[in-house]
């Protein structure tokens, strides 16, 4: 797992255009590097679904968010005017990252 070590430089490397997107807690073997953090294992701490990652119909979104607050994290709809929360609980932290 790749992490950035912060959003705005996600932002910068424009992958927060790319489908889901959060921040992470890191454990395992974690390796620093200049531009983040390469990490054994993962697990996400908070998600954010652009609209545009969103399905077409009710269901299908549904069944998408579901399937992402099952790991126990805050999950979120976001565009350029606004953050729609979508449920879940925030996990303990332990090396935060954000990736895409």
């Not at 996600?10 to 992470?24: A, K, P």
């Not at 126990?72 to 932290?93: L, Q």
């Amino acid at each position: 797992m790749y992490a950035a070590k912060d959003f705005e430089h996600l932002r910068r490397t424009g992958y927060d255009r790319y489908g889901i997107h959060g921040e992470v807690c890191l454990w395992g073997t974690v390796m620093e590097h200049q531009l983040g953090w390469r990490a054994e294992f993962a697990y996400p701490k908070t998600l954010w679904l652009p609209l545009d990652a969103l399905p077409v119909t009710l269901k299908e979104i549904q069944c998408r968010i579901q399937s992402l607050l099952a790991y126990g994290c805050d999950v979120s709809i976001v565009d350029n005017a606004a953050t729609i929360p979508s449920g879940g609980k925030p996990r303990d932290s332990m090396r935060p990252g954000w990736i895409s």
